[in-house]
T-cell receptor, first 115, second 114 residues
Framework: SAVISQKPSRDICQRGTSLTIQCQVD?????MFWYRQQPGQSLTLIAT?????????ESGFVIDKFPISRPNLTFSTLTVSNMSPEDSSIYLC????????????FGPGTRLLVL | GNSVTQMEGPVTLSEEAFLTINCTYT??????LFWYVQYPGEGLQLLLKATKADDKGSNKGFEATYRKETTSFHLEKGSVQVSDSAVYFC?????????????FGKGTHLIIQP
């Protein structure tokens, strides 16, 4: 498996502000993904983070709202922009490894509350 | 598009009872299927997986068989323990390798009573 760390682990933010979440992995990674888990709901894929190029967004998610960077193989950031209370969720980073490409491993998540 | 449907809970059972959590999917081709588990206060962990029809995934006494004819991947355990209390998610990845993200079901909250 892999050790996946996310920062911050939780935050409380005011509406209209932005928060950047970091994801760091200790292993050789092929794919990195960002998911959202709204309260009491399932996980929804936001986007695939591509190294050195623009992320690939799922339907319903746009770059202006969720800009993503992946400057190298083991690090990515997700920014939640111009936040509203509806953005209150757990945001999770997920990766596949070079040695286990069939399996996705998840980070501990960032719990965000927007007031 | 792809979708996963699983029974919603909470499901409450007594210790040592038999468990089945139903999961059916809609997808083209031959997706890979997964069960993930989220214990209280912990992150999401892979429980088991199956990558082709008739494969059986197993781990920690849990089993699930990939049934293409019924598009199902039901999770079973013969004798549950209090420590199995958690939320269980069924998920799929469309065929073609690891390049795609996962589509998740809504999750089933399992409560095991002593």
């Amino acid at each position: 498996s892999a050790v996946i760390s996310q920062k911050p682990s939780r935050d409380i933010c005011q509406r209209g502000t932005s928060l950047t979440i970091q994801c760091q992995v200790d292993s050789q990674v092929t794919m990195m993904f960002w998911y959202r888990q709204q309260p009491g709901q399932s996980l929804t894929l936001i986007a695939t983070a591509n190294q050195g190029s623009e992320a690939t967004y799922e339907s319903g998610f746009v770059i202006d709202k969720f800009p993503i960077s992946r400057p190298n193989l083991t690090f990515s950031t997700l920014t939640v922009s111009n936040m509203s209370p509806e953005d209150s969720s757990i945001y999770l980073c997920s990766v596949t490894l070079q040695v286990h490409q069939e399996t996705q491993y998840f980070g501990p998540g960032t719990r965000l509350l927007v007031l | 598009g792809n979708s996963v449907t699983q029974m919603e809970g909470p499901v409450t059972l007594s210790e040592e009872a038999f468990l089945t959590i139903n999961c059916t999917y809609t997808a083209t081709g031959y997706p890979s299927l997964f069960w993930y588990v989220q214990y209280p206060g912990e992150g999401l962990q892979l429980l088991l997986k199956a990558t082709k029809a008739d494969d059986k995934g197993s781990n920690k006494g849990f089993e699930a068989t990939y049934r293409k004819e019924t598009t199902s991947f039901h999770l079973e355990k013969g004798s549950v323990q209090v420590s199995d209390s958690a939320v269980y998610f069924c998920a799929l990845r469309r065929s073609g390798g690891g390049a795609d993200g996962l589509t998740f079901g809504k999750g089933t909250h399992l409560i095991i009573q002593p």
